[in-house]
């Protein structure tokens, strides 16, 4: 229902009617619809971030720990019919939820990568909160304008993040 009328159009009876459960049973489980939307989004970001931080962790250079990072992330967005449809109606709601739990344990993870990443040496030293910040931040707007093409052009949305993020590194 999010992904077809959207997380502020939807209704709980809306989510009840296409399953099997009754009203009562939904309550047993939800508290209400933004519980379920939370739900989706944990399940999505879980998912994800296993996927971008083992592509991180594999990374020998600066330029793999952003490039593979971002390939992970966005084919994962790009293949999951789920995440993609929730991202494609309901960018506003998501970056509303960048402070929850889930998703802040992507930007919790990617800082520390990042700081792994700079005492190996393979980063380029500079503060990992703002590099999270802008790494998550760019990601995410280029991932729902990527979402927008049909079909996503992954290669495109890699290449222009990671040289728009690496071009800033090389920078100092």
Do not use: C, W
Request: glycine share 8%; proline share 4%.
């Amino acid at each position: 229902m999010f992904a077809e009328l959207g997380y502020g159009a939807a209704t709980v009876r809306d989510i009840v009617r296409r399953t099997d459960l009754a009203t009562g049973t939904f309550y047993n489980y939800f508290p209400d619809k933004e519980a379920v939307f939370r739900a989706l989004l944990d399940e999505s970001a879980e998912q994800t971030r296993a996927l971008v931080r083992e592509a991180r962790r594999r990374a020998r250079s600066a330029d793999e720990f952003v490039r593979e990072g971002y390939r992970a992330y966005y084919t994962f967005l790009a293949s999951d019919p789920t995440t993609f449809a929730l991202m494609r109606r309901n960018a506003g709601e998501i970056r509303a939820l960048f402070d929850t739990p889930a998703l802040g344990a992507g930007f919790e993870e990617l800082e520390a990568d990042l700081r792994a990443g700079i005492d190996a040496g393979v980063v380029p030293e500079h503060d990992p909160r703002y590099m999270a910040a802008a790494m998550i931040g760019a990601g995410f707007e280029i991932a729902i304008r990527m979402l927008e093409s049909d079909p996503p052009d992954v290669d495109g949305a890699v290449e222009f993040a990671s040289d728009l993020f690496l071009a800033g590194l090389s920078t100092r």
